[in-house]
């Protein structure tokens, strides 16, 4: 079976894991502020706090930002569910907004429109793009829409660790980067996530509620805010350590395979059966994910894929689609592109232990699903 996704962990990450359980130091400590350097250090930012998970940084993000009762928050239509669960856990509400065809990221235009005439109760705080898959494209844009308008800006850079613009690294454009260790990204731990800011204070906050509020202070323990515990462990530290000198490594892989799969279904795409993702500089590549014509039936696709050894599956959701997010501003404008990748994208296999042959096979076990098909 070629799978959609494996994680990669390398062999040395087994001994270091080891050697931190024989010391018995196992929640937060040497291993955690190792790698919160080494993470600051390759993202050039100046705070860095490993966390439980993508979500717990998003949460984090948002606590620390004041964000609540009585706000809004600006996030994608087409995006994992976390993004807009975290902010409605707050008290705040969660506002899809259309994403682009060619990026899936948040469409600038419609994100200024939807500020500038915004007349519902509660008040805009901050937007929270998603560079969906790992595509940097418009973080500029959002970066000067946030200030024009003087919102946060927060990334969910889950997916994205080792994206950048213009060789700045995705997660360090906003006020907060929010990134995910679970497997299913480049980068993992098992659980985790990172949370990074320029900030000191915003980091002092985010390091206060990720751990009961507590500090130590030469007199003891003190509590100085509510907090939740939201702290990543030594031994999946460890793991994150060893990993971390692969990642340039990893992502150079993810980009070449995905020009082979674009190389290889131009051909479907200019029959109009599918639409390729464009190869923006900058890219991460965490999913290779095609859409496809309306007129094709995605989970015969998916199944007549398996029959031939290869898993697929549907990229992400669409917000203004789940009956979860209804009571919120789901604004009555008219979804077109979330809705529509929701139900026909389809994510390729892409990960460190395919090779060249692998990514044909899929393209052309592609074509005879969807030429038989048509
Ligand atoms: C994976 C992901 C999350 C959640 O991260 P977890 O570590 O699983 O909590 C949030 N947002 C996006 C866009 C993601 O891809």
Not at 49 to 72: F, R, Y
Not at 158 to 181: H, L, P, Q, R
Request: proline fraction near 4%; hydrophobic fraction near 40%; charge should be neutral.
């Amino acid at each position: 079976m070629i799978k959609l996704s494996q994680p990669s962990i390398p062999k040395q990450a087994l001994q270091r894991v080891v050697k931190v359980l024989e010391s018995g130091m196992l929640v937060h400590g040497t291993e955690c502020n190792k790698f919160e350097q080494e993470l600051a250090d390759y993202l050039s930012v100046k705070h860095a706090l490993v966390v439980s998970s993508g979500t717990a940084a998003l949460h984090i993000a948002l606590l620390s930002l004041n964000i609540g009762p009585g706000d809004a928050v600006l996030v994608p239509d087409f995006t994992f569910a976390a993004t807009a669960n975290a902010v409605e856990v707050t008290g705040a509400k969660a506002v899809a907004i259309d994403v682009e065809r060619d990026s899936y990221n948040i469409d600038p235009v419609i994100l200024e429109k939807v500020i500038a005439n915004w007349s519902y109760p509660e008040t805009i705080k901050a937007i929270m793009p998603v560079l969906e898959f790992g595509n940097p494209k418009n973080i500029i844009i959002y970066k000067s829409i946030a200030d024009k308008y003087r919102l946060h800006l927060i990334e969910d850079a889950a997916c994205a660790i080792g994206a950048t613009y213009n060789n700045k690294n995705i997660g360090t454009f906003g006020n907060f980067g929010c990134f995910s260790f679970h497997p299913r990204k480049t980068l993992t731990t098992g659980e985790g996530g990172l949370i990074v800011t320029d900030c000191p204070l915003l980091a002092d906050k985010a390091a206060l509620i990720r751990s009961h509020g507590m500090s130590r202070t030469p007199k003891g323990i003190e509590f100085r805010s509510i907090g939740l515990n939201y702290r990543l462990t030594d031994f999946q530290a460890a793991i994150g350590r060893e990993s971390l000198p692969q990642l340039d490594e990893y992502i150079t892989k993810r980009k070449h395979f995905a020009e082979l799969y674009i190389d290889h279904l131009t051909n479907l795409a200019q029959k109009g059966l599918l639409t390729l993702p464009r190869l923006e500089s900058g890219h991460s590549w965490q999913s290779f994910m095609i859409v496809l014509d309306n007129n094709i039936e995605r989970s015969k696709v998916i199944r007549q894929l398996k029959d031939k050894g290869i898993e697929s599956n549907m990229g992400a959701q669409s917000l203004s689609e789940l009956e979860l997010y209804n009571h919120s501003y789901i604004l009555n404008s008219n979804y077109q592109v979330g809705p529509n990748l929701f139900s026909q994208g389809l994510v390729l296999p892409l990960h460190e232990k395919l090779n060249k042959e692998n990514i044909i096979y899929v393209c052309n076990s592609l074509k005879e699903v969807l030429v038989s098909d048509a």
